[in-house]
């Protein structure tokens, strides 16, 4: 392997605490770098804010050598060659993407700059924001000759975000210079050169000692531009795979084999074709609305990402009806909820269709019982326990004598369930999925009325009713 390289993340949060420990994984030296004492010092203490497969087994093994935790940025900068700038970019109320954090940011770098360094973009920014965080950095006096401003967008999806970094399906460096350029190569020469995937306690994946990633150079703009579009597509084939579900409940298909078959084409497929409540969390609908945005700057008519929006949102309201269809009246009627962070496998809430429905339930009149199995501390911030609002401690007590069970995130445990105990524990068996985890035909089988996403309800015989009838 090259000679490790000197890092500093700026950010603790899913792309910067991903990144630190995995650069450390990586054999490089690691400082990362947060503003919030409370959380440097629960880092320090070995804890692990969020909740990513692998992250505290990678933390655990490095943070006696390789990486280390602070609030100091001038002291991080000065110790490190490149400084990755992983900080928040929320949505503006103008849509826009709300670059403060990253000018704070490259502010303090540049009052720190004393020999040559490489800044490089981590966050999903905008185009042009590369050439903003150079001017700022020659604003505050620092020569041109003593830095680089380069882009690295991450493609992490929140709950397997380790594996994405050390099996990416690409590396995407946006270098001006060919010294920054060949920095940033040398970061990640331990995944390109396949060595890594030799170690024996290397994370599995799809990439391997002799199908290493692709590496892609490009300038900065088209970098920055790779990750918003990305992203913007993404949301794209959900939205649409959405609207055919639409479709298919109108005619009586099945959007399962829809997608199916749309899947097998090379051209097109298998993921992100999964029908379900709308996208959500911190990056798709953030986004979306950025690159729109950027669009509109440009004076460029993007108004297909106005529609993948509007899709996304009408989304939610279609699930909201067809649960209204199956209980007719929501006033003091129990219903229980699986799944609050917007997807599974993660501990996000941000943006989540799942607490979206969870509130209007709520207003409706709704007593809520709801289980996720990472997501609950999270949610309750946001949604305070109450006499209608529930949290429980496994799936089977928040399903107890509900009138409904309502599927709201892809955790496989959801996809596991003991189904006749679920069918017991139910008032009624009426299971409303939003993720389209079970078979139409097996829940059918098990005497559940059962609807679905894109698929025609299934409903319950009176023989499974008189079965679960003392």
């Known amino acids: 392997m090259n000679q490790p390289v000197s890092i500093a993340v700026v950010g603790s949060g899913y792309v910067g605490l991903v990144a630190a420990a995995c650069f450390a994984e990586m054999g490089h030296s690691v400082i990362c770098v947060d503003n919030d004492e409370a959380k440097v010092k629960l880092l320090r203490g070995g804890g692990v804010p969020i909740h990513e497969d692998y992250l505290p087994e990678l933390l655990n093994r490095k943070r006696a050598n390789k990486v280390e935790f602070t609030t100091d940025l001038r002291v991080a900068t000065q110790r490190s060659q490149v400084i990755f700038i992983a900080v928040g970019t929320p949505q503006s109320k103008t849509g826009s993407a709300d670059l403060s954090y990253v000018d704070a940011v490259a502010s303090e770098i540049a009052r720190s700059i004393d020999d040559y360094k490489v800044i490089v973009e981590k966050s999903t920014v905008p185009v042009y924001t590369n050439e903003w965080i150079r001017r700022v950095v020659e604003r505050n006096g620092v020569p041109k000759d003593l830095f680089d401003v380069a882009s690295n967008p991450e493609f992490l999806r929140e709950g397997t975000a ?79 795979i959405n609207v055919v579900a639409n479709v298919c409940e109108a005619v009586g298909a099945d959007v399962e084999e829809v997608s199916r078959g749309m899947g097998l ?32 700057q440009l004076n460029i008519d993007f108004n297909l990402l106005r529609e993948v929006e509007s899709i996304n949102e009408e989304q939610k309201h279609r699930f909201f009806q067809k649960v209204r269809s199956a209980l007719w009246t929501f006033r003091g009627k129990r219903v229980g909820v699986l799944g609050l962070s917007f997807k599974g496998g993660t501990d996000d809430i941000r943006e989540s269709p799942a607490l979206d429905i969870v509130e209007q339930l709520l207003k409706e009149g709704c007593i809520v019982s709801a289980f996720d199995p990472a997501a609950m501390e999270r949610a309750k911030e946001v949604i305070p326990s109450s006499p209608n609002m529930r949290y429980a401690s496994d799936p089977y007590a928040a399903a107890e004598e509900a009138d409904a069970l309502l ?27 939003g993720r389209n985890l079970y078979d139409q035909g097996v829940m059918l089988e098990r005497g559940f009325t059962y609807l679905s996403v894109g698929r025609p309800v299934s409903h319950q015989t009176r023989d499974a009713v008189m079965h679960r009838l003392p």
């Open 162 to 240: 380790v594996v994405d970094f050390l099996h990416p399906d690409r590396i995407v460096i946006g270098a001006e210079s060919e010294r920054a350029g060949n920095l940033l190569k040398s970061i990640y020469e331990p995944l390109t050169s396949g060595d890594y995937y030799g170690l024996p306690q290397s994370v599995p994946g799809a990439c391997g000692e002799k199908n290493p990633p692709p590496i892609l150079l490009t300038s900065t703009k088209a970098a920055e531009l790779i990750k918003h579009a990305s992203n913007a597509f993404l949301a794209m084939k959900i939205s649409f």
């Open 265 to 296: 084409d090379s051209r097109i497929g298998p993921r992100f074709l999964r029908a379900g409540i709308g996208y959500g969390g911190s990056c798709f609908p953030k986004d979306v609305a950025a690159f729109r945005h950027v669009a509109e």
């Open 407 to 433: 599927i709201l995130s892809d955790w496989q445990e959801f996809a596991e369930l003991d189904l006749d105990r679920l069918h017991y524990t139910l008032r009624y068996p009426i299971v409303i999925d």
